[in-house]
């Protein structure tokens, strides 16, 4: 009976950080050939502060020009109005090449 109990646990425990991983979404956003690494942080800070938009944080031991190869918003609880104020945000930078919107369903 315990057993039984510990394992219905357990599945639920499974299943719900299941449907939590599938709820990651994020925004890629690629820069043109030769942004500086003062643009790609400029681009972070300021499209960073919008509503459940969440600059990643940057990677540690690696150069910085490797870590902010591409810029990475977390948009897990965003709405469609919160993802068109994102791109309306990084379209104010001429140094922005693209907005790649990816899921963790997404094999990229």
Known sequence: ????????????????QIDKS???QQ?????APGAS???RLQ???????LPE?????IAKGVPLSAALGNVVFQIDNASAADVARLQECLQK?????GVDIQDSTDDS
């Open 93 to 97: 930078y001429p140094s922005v090449a």
């Open 1 to 16: 009976m315990i057993a039984a109990s510990a394992l219905c646990v357990l599945g639920v425990t499974g299943c719900s």
């Open 43 to 49: 681009v972070r800070a300021a499209c960073g502060k």
């Open 53 to 57: 938009v969440h600059p990643a944080p």
């Open 27 to 31: 925004a890629l956003v690629s820069f």
């Open 22 to 24: 599938l709820g990651r």
């Open 37 to 39: 690494n003062a643009v």
